[in-house]
């Protein structure tokens, strides 16, 4: 299970499980000075050095709302900075650069978020701006070649100097195109539901995560508890393409094939309704704005004596004015007591 991966694993194997045609790359811990470098880069080979440059094209897809106003910088494996460095194209989606292989074929680094903190009880980041250290004769070659016609190196993989600054695939954009795309799958719904596992918190409000535009929406959700546990797990809600009023979500019962029952109301949706400190039931009038992604963080509560087995029901998401959408619920039961 997941819940037994560190957070290094959990980043590999999404990336890994990913199709050919995703373009993403596996995702590792590195060791460096993130004082000097900021905390995220990308590992390159180059393979042909004959050249004054090499191109490298890196599928990043940042969730940083403008990569081009950040620096990036190029090392050599030793550390050295490369000064010639020319971004011919910088996207949240993707960036092509070249640089010049000073130490030669073999291995560089790339790192797009290098940053100043300022303070120590309560420190701030200020990401750097682009730095024109190129020389003029050295870039003003490189914008007259043909860019095919430069070697090409290889990104490897995204590395973090730790597993607390890692992105997570939550953090991981889906492209303006595979986004429309997902929409253009569902024509007639104003808003789509994403289920997600605990695990993997949603993390961006305005931006869908790759794996949902590779996935697709309204899926079913699949997932495994112990018994004696609370069992926890998100309803990602993005108002695709409205203002949503009044968004909520009821269930079912969880039963399964042995006729064993989970009840509805051992499930709750701490977004929607809840019991406040005097004891007292509320609801939530909820709203989403166009455009904006709102998690929905449900909980199942299963007894000690709930026995194993698969426990089937729907979760049906609704908003004012709105078609339903149900989204149906496959929770394994472990014989395993929390």
């Not at 081009?68 to 550390?79: K, Q, S």
């Not at 960036?95 to 978020?113: K, N």
């Not at 089937?312 to 998401?317: H, I, M, P, Q, Y």
Request: hydrophobic letters at 40%; proline letters at 6%; aromatic letters at 10%.
């Amino acid at each position: 299970m997941l819940i037994n991966m560190s957070l290094a694993m959990l980043l590999s194997a999404a990336a890994l499980s990913c199709s050919p045609q995703s373009l993403d790359l596996p995702r590792r811990i590195g060791k460096w000075d993130a004082t000097l470098l900021g905390n995220h880069r990308i590992v390159i080979h180059v393979s042909d050095a004959s050249g004054i440059a090499v191109r490298v094209h890196i599928p990043w897809r940042r969730r940083d709302k403008h990569p081009e106003l950040i620096d990036t910088v190029v090392t050599d494996e030793t550390g050295h900075r490369v000064q010639n460095v020319y971004r011919k194209t910088i996207l949240r989606e993707f960036g092509d650069l070249a640089f010049e292989p000073t130490a030669g074929a073999g291995t560089y680094f790339l790192y797009h978020l290098p940053h100043i903190t300022h303070g120590s009880y309560y420190p701030s980041v200020e990401y750097t701006t682009p730095a024109v250290i190129a020389g003029s004769a050295w870039s003003d070659a490189i914008a007259k070649k043909d860019w095919i016609d430069l070697p090409e190196a290889s990104a490897e993989r995204f590395e973090s100097v730790s597993e607390l600054d890692a992105f997570t695939p939550m953090e991981v954009i889906a492209s303006p195109t595979e986004t429309e795309d997902l929409l253009r799958k569902n024509p007639a719904s104003q808003f789509l539901v994403f289920p997600e596992d605990r695990h993997l918190s949603i993390r961006m409000w305005d931006d869908l995560p790759y794996r949902w535009a590779e996935r697709g929406a309204n899926t079913p959700f699949e997932g495994a508890a112990k018994r004696g546990e609370y069992y926890a797990f998100q309803l990602g809600v993005w108002a695709a393409r409205t203002d949503l009023e009044s968004v909520n979500v009821s269930f079912t019962a969880l039963k399964s094939a042995t006729g064993q029952t989970i009840k509805d109301k051992a499930i709750t949706c701490y977004n929607t309704s809840g019991v406040d400190y005097r004891g007292i039931p509320f609801t939530v009038d909820l709203k989403v704005s166009k455009g904006k992604i709102q998690p929905l963080w449900c909980g199942i509560d299963i007894a000690e004596s709930t026995k194993p087995g698969t426990y089937s029901g729907t979760a049906t998401v609704t908003a004012k004015g709105q078609n339903s959408i149900q989204i149906p619920i496959n929770l394994k039961v472990e014989n395993i007591i929390a």
